[in-house]
């Protein structure tokens, strides 16, 4: 498989981590290093990681992961939007909604966002590609598109104020629901 084959791949991928990155930095939580360091690292390492974790159960898992995989995300991105809508929509909500790069928020979102790498390593297992070149890709090309959705995100936050809270968490529940129609189209 050629580099560009593989970029364009990984490209794919990383939309919803870009998408996701964008909405969470509405949030105003994502002030400084340390949060967009976690986010874009967990995003990238994830995408990392799915292909890796597809590859190795080869395509005899795939059989049970793909009729689901859409509801997983679905379900996933939904809830961490429902609840950022609800946050930004409450008086003073933007204290109380969680802070998108920490603890299970951070792990569902970063799971929501791989779900499609695993089906590109089960197909690549199956076409008999090695997976750790195209695997170090996917997730650098992940963590890059996460810091970029990040730093739009936090700017669109702070132009238009706290209730791009409940954009991101709009955002959010749309990738889910794209994802499911996508897969049922």
């Not at 049970?64 to 929509?89: C, E, K, N, T, Y």
């Amino acid at each position: 498989m050629s580099f560009p084959e593989i970029l364009l791949i990984a490209l794919g991928l990383a939309m919803d981590a870009f998408a996701v990155c964008l909405g969470a930095g509405t949030t105003g939580h994502i002030n400084g290093p340390r949060p967009v360091f976690r986010l874009s690292f967990h995003f990238g390492l994830f995408q990392l990681l799915m292909p890796l974790v597809g590859w190795l159960l080869g395509s005899g898992f795939s059989r049970w992961i793909a009729p689901v995989d859409h509801w997983i995300a679905l379900g996933l991105l939904g809830f961490v939007g429902v609840r950022m809508v609800l946050s930004g929509l409450r008086p003073g909500g933007e204290t109380r909604s969680a802070d998108p790069s920490r603890g299970a928020t951070l792990v569902l979102l970063s799971v929501a966002t791989s779900i499609d790498a695993l089906a590109v390593g089960l197909t690549l297992a199956m076409l008999r590609v090695r997976i750790v070149y195209p695997a170090v890709v996917i997730g650098v090309v992940a963590a890059l598109m996460s810091l970029l959705g990040l730093a739009v995100g936090v700017r669109l936050g702070r132009r238009l104020g706290p209730r791009m809270e409940v954009v991101g968490g709009l955002v959010l529940i749309a990738i889910g629901v794209r994802v499911l129609l996508t897969h049922l189209g």
